[in-house]
Nanobody, 125 residues
Framework: VQLQACGGGLVQPGGSLRLSCAVSGLTFSGYFMGWFRQAPGKAREFVAV????????IYADSVKGRFTISRDNAKNMVYLQMNNLKPEDTAVYYCAAATASRSPLPAREDKYAYWGQGTQVTVSS
């Protein structure tokens, strides 16, 4: 199983970035897909999750209204569109996969079996 995140970079406050995560080695439509992030000196935190069908999503309060998670099951891809970025969004962003079930969409790290390597997002003027 491989999750390959990309799309990070340096952006000014108020700018936008779109992260992508390519997934291989698993039945993509059978997994919830999430994004997490870890800022320097801080614990990794939940950002967003999307159901296997794409019909349901959950966001952390800190990104609600600014970030949008989406997926393309035909391409085995998950995306995170980030708008109106703030300096506090600076972090390494990770995509992760959790087995789909009837349970609510997971926000806890321990629910995710597979993780990507992370992509750095820096928001600075």
């Amino acid at each position: 199983v491989q999750l390959q995140a990309c799309g990070g970079g340096l952006v000014q406050p108020g700018g936008s970035l779109r992260l992508s995560c390519a997934v291989s080695g698993l039945t993509f439509s059978g997994y919830f897909m999430g994004w997490f992030r870890q800022a320097p000196g801080k614990a990794r935190e939940f950002v967003a999750v999307i159901a296997w069908s794409g019909s349901s999503t959950i966001y952390a309060d800190s990104v609600k209204g600014r970030f949008t998670i989406s997926r393309d099951n035909a391409k085995n891809m998950v995306y995170l569109q980030m708008n109106n970025l703030k300096p506090e969004d600076t972090a390494v962003y990770y995509c992760a996969a959790a087995t789909a079930s009837r349970s609510p969409l997971p926000a806890r790290e321990d629910k995710y079996a597979y993780w990507g390597q992370g992509t750095q997002v820096t928001v600075s003027s």
